[in-house]
């Protein structure tokens, strides 16, 4: 066959729901092979035998020959790890990782592999089904439904999970790897970059999707508040990364934006949420706020604005309003008065712009509400 598909499912713990995922990947294989596309699946073993982890597939799944069983011991909980060590060995046209309690739906490699063929794409971005059914209404596209997206103009930045079919000469052109050796976010600066400098992005409209799941389990990685040091610490690299240092203003600014909206002030609102001790859920230490932490903020807070030019002038009045005082908050009654306000100021608040020019600018919150109406009224992210 002249094409093929490698599905890469990272797994560390036998209790995850494997089978599940091997199942809804194994199913598509004779549709496939009736369009001359080889399907294989690689299932990482991460510092984990592949004796242990093939038990949690059926006997058939463990016999299958177009199963491999790799297994990567680095000592590390980072899924980057095993990522990067299949990607490494691969030798297939595309890629698609997928998460080992997450699953495909019937049907969507061959829809994402004609729209990759159709439009030569180094990348088709997969409809995203979330836990509660819906269709993550990421990224935000235009709601003219264009058949190559824009990075700035599509808003790319907000889809930050490399999830659908990956052209892998693609990736290894823009130098594709997740981050190892950091706790979370191993993948927001390597998939910005496959979006801004990958080639070809398309969206698979209407297609079966990629469905996640609850079914992480209580040791998912991302579940506990770190740091903000810690939890931020993939933007200290992503600032020095050439490739976002050499991009156009309005580029960094579409990112850079993208990145205070949702990590940034999604930070603080996590950290402004009263607890019954001041501690970190989930860690058993460490205050939620304290001067250090203020001092975390105004560096992480400088690094985005210096991304943008020197400023964020489609930043919401609240969403700014709130990263000021968290700058200035050196306790965490500072820092919860102000959640307070920002949870207080209104459609006003929201809806307006830090700078006033800003208000129908293309990424003002106003304009994104706009473009959702239409994005719905065209069936932008509706399936078939």
Known sequence: ?????????????PARPLARALDSVLGQQPQLARLGVELRVTVVCHNISAGEIKGSATPNQAADDGVTWLECHDGSKSPAGPRNAALGASAATFLCFLDSDDYLEPGSLSAWWFAARDHDAAAVIAPLRTPEGAILRTPRIRPGKPAVLDPVRDG?????LPFGLLRRAALLACGFAYAERIPIGEDL???????????????PYGAPAYCQTDDSGPERVTSTLRPLAEEFQWLDAMVQAPWLREASLRERRSIALKLMRIHGIGALLRRGRPTDNGQRPGTGAGEVWSPAEQAAWQKISRHLQNMAGG??????RKDALLSRQAAKAGSVEELRAAVVRHSQAGRTGELTTDNPLALLSRESVLRHYLNEQLRAKNGVFSLR
């Open 189 to 203: 600066e390597t998939t910005l970059k496959l979006w801004f400098r990958g080639g070809r992005i398309v969206y």
């Open 311 to 316: 400023e964020l002038p489609a930043l919401s």
């Open 1 to 13: 066959m002249s094409q093929s598909i490698e599905v890469v499912i990272p797994v560390h713990d």
């Open 156 to 160: 790319l930045a907000y889809r930050s």
